[in-house]
């Protein structure tokens, strides 16, 4: 740039220059801009091959990945949609369907195998890729109070269990109840002391064992009359005695509650309603209601009883991975049809002062109590 455009240049900048000489200096510089602007566009159009090349490379990448992205996105969609749509087939298959019955094992596995478990029911939580999910809340009795302290959690895959869970609300006794087996010459103290301090006003569950092996109508007998309710009673299945480090006690019950394990077929049809639906199509409403059962009909008690472990057997794989552990059905119905349903002990319920009156009672070796709480009580008598 010659000294005098530079000048020129700095005048113009300065509004020094008018006249003529502002004409002429603009017209200069309209030149120098359109050569810039020449100059500027070769440039762009003399970038080398392989460069360019890269450009369209790498713009050409990008898309690539996006549509992939793109396409993996709606397959993952689709995919889950039909899934979705087959697992629902499947569960719903049948009558009763495959949910219900997988629903039904779970229920009566916790039924025959926990103490309280009659109390719960499961609750069917849909899901995808051929998963199901089943909750079933932990419950207990004290008086006449249910209350929940934790729940199970089956998940499924098909008619598979993935895993079976199970999570307890609030603190865990490290010392929970048990039954003792008759003539085991177990140490294990009873809990009279323990109901005698209780004042009155507060309702206890217990465990109760009894020192020889007792007919159904016999354990009825001990609690006729008394303002107290029978939970649960524990069924000698020819294996609770078997292992001799445990002294006698049993930390795995089998039993059956204070009144028959109902199953679908037992139930009775008392309602049918038709409806036209959308398309032509028809809604049936059903009702159903359990048989009639009177209270010292020992004989349905057992006939549910066996039926449910024979209803068991079928699923048995299930079953063993709800209790942990090997159920061994088959011995185990073969012992009950055998030598006959009797027990060792039985879960109760009830005003404490009124469980401790059967302190002096001849036909009860072992009390343990499981829970007590404020007077909730309404009166059987």
């Not at 990448?61 to 629902?88: C, D, E, M, N, P």
């Not at 609300?169 to 294990?188: K, N, T």
């Amino acid at each position: 740039m010659s000294d005098s455009f530079q000048k020129k240049l700095e005048a113009y900048e300065n509004g020094e220059l008018s006249g003529k000489d502002l004409e002429e200096f603009e017209k200069e510089l309209e030149k120098l801009e359109t050569y810039q602007s020449f100059l500027e566009k070769d440039e762009a159009d003399n970038i080398p091959l392989d460069q360019k090349e890269k450009q369209i490379i790498k713009k050409g990448k990008w898309k690539a990945r996006i549509q992939t992205t793109y396409f993996v996105f709606l397959l993952f969609i689709g995919f889950t949609i039909v899934t979705s749509i087959l697992t629902t087939v499947y569960y719903s298959w049948g009558n009763p369907d495959r949910a219900e019955v997988l629903r039904n094992v779970i229920n009566h596995t916790v039924t025959i195998t926990e103490p309280y478990g009659y109390l719960s029911h499961s609750s069917i939580n849909g899901g995808y890729y051929f998963g199901m999910e089943l909750t079933t809340p932990k419950k207990k009795k004290i008086g006449d109070e249910i209350i929940e302290v934790g729940e199970y959690q089956s998940h499924f895959l098909f008619s598979f269990v993935r895993t079976h869970e199970e999570k307890d609300f609030g603190s865990i006794s490290q010392a929970s109840p048990s039954f003792v087996f008759p003539g085991s010459g177990s140490s294990v103290t009873s809990d009279w002391r323990q109901l005698e301090r209780l004042p009155e006003g507060t309702v206890t569950s217990a465990y109760v064992s009894f020192p020889r092996l007792l007919e159904t109508e016999e354990v009825y007998e001990i609690f006729s009359g008394k303002d107290i309710d029978l939970l649960w009673l524990a069924v000698d299945s020819g294996a609770e005695n078997m292992d001799e480090r445990t002294e006698g006690v049993i930390f795995d019950s089998i039993g059956f509650p204070g009144y028959p394990i109902w199953h679908d077929d037992d139930m009775i049809l008392d309602s049918r309603e038709e409806e036209k639906g959308l398309f032509g199509s028809s809604v049936i409403s059903e009702g159903y209601s359990s048989p009639t059962y009177l209270e010292g009909d020992y004989d349905v008690l057992h006939q549910q009883f066996l039926k449910t472990l024979k209803f068991l057997q079928e699923y048995e794989n299930i079953a063993s991975k709800v209790v942990f552990g090997d159920l061994e059905l088959e011995n185990k119905i073969r012992y009950l049809e055998n030598e006959g349903i009797k027990h060792y002990g039985v879960v109760i319920t009830g005003p404490t002062k009124e469980i401790l009156t059967l302190e002096d009672n001849d036909s009860i070796s072992v009390l343990q109590i499981d829970e007590s709480r404020l007077w909730n009580w309404m009166s059987r008598e």
